[in-house]
């Protein structure tokens, strides 16, 4: 598509449960970021990738949280083991030449 | 971390009038860029700033790279109700690839 791509659109799950979304960014940007926004608030930075140089985990709020990105491509961003507090929209942004283009997002909610 | 300082946090205005936000940084910074956000959706890029002093528009937006590179407005002329929405700037320091973004100025358009 042209645009950056995210799934699912919405997810419900259980407190404890793991979960994983997706990311298919824009074709021919190696830059990858994903962001997390929490309601009515800005966007904290979670990680991310450039080309196949080791990502910048800075952002990670903890060790439940990891995120991969295949072949330069889609990327995946993992929790594990969910808390109230994860839930949030979780924003994919790809990029080339200093801009930033962002999906639509996934909105998690933790029961 | 670096701070981005966005205000004024929200916004009430007659449709036609002008609008103003800006965003101040406590460090120096590469790239500037003005996003608005729409309930539900992911934000969208408006403007692109790459140099200090550099002043761009986008129909009835405009915004500027100030001299010290540590600040960015975005001017909105004759606002009309469409231009309803979240603000957000975002920044690149001279250092690391990590955008930080400004905590959004709410905007309401009275028609």
């Known amino acids: 598509g042209a645009g950056v791509s995210q799934s699912p659109s919405n997810k419900v799950t259980e407190k404890g449960k793991d979960v994983e979304l997706r990311c298919d960014p824009i074709?021919?940007?190696?830059?990858l970021y994903w962001y997390r926004q929490s309601l009515g608030q800005g966007l904290e930075f979670l990680i991310y990738f450039q080309g196949n140089s080791a990502p910048d985990k800075s952002g990670l709020p903890s060790d439940r949280f990891s995120a991969e990105r295949t072949g330069g491509s889609v990327s995946t961003l993992t929790i594990q083991r969910t808390q109230q507090e994860d839930s949030a929209v979780y924003l994919c942004?790809?990029?080339?030449?200093?801009?930033?283009?962002f999906g639509e997002g996934s909105r998690l909610t933790v029961l | 971390g670096q701070q981005l300082n966005q205000s004024p946090q929200s916004m009430f205005i007659q449709e036609g009038e002008d609008v103003s936000m800006n965003c101040t940084s406590s460090?120096?910074?590469?790239?500037w860029l003005w996003y608005k956000q729409d309930p539900g959706e992911g934000p969208v890029l408006l403007i692109a700033?790459?140099?200090?002093?550099e002043l761009t528009s986008n129909g009835r937006l405009t915004a500027q790279f100030g001299i010290t590179r540590k600040d960015s407005f975005l001017n909105i002329s004759a606002s009309i109700p469409s231009d309803v929405g979240i603000y957000f700037c975002?920044?690149?320091?001279?250092?690391?690839?990590?955008?930080?973004f400004g905590t959004g100025t709410s905007l309401t358009v009275i028609p």
């Open positions: 460090s120096i910074f590469n790239t």
């Open positions: 942004a790809s990029s080339v030449v200093g801009e930033l283009f």
């Open positions: 975002a920044g690149l320091p001279n250092t690391g690839n990590q955008f930080y």
């Open positions: 700033l790459y140099k200090a002093g």
């Open positions: 074709s021919g940007h190696t830059a």
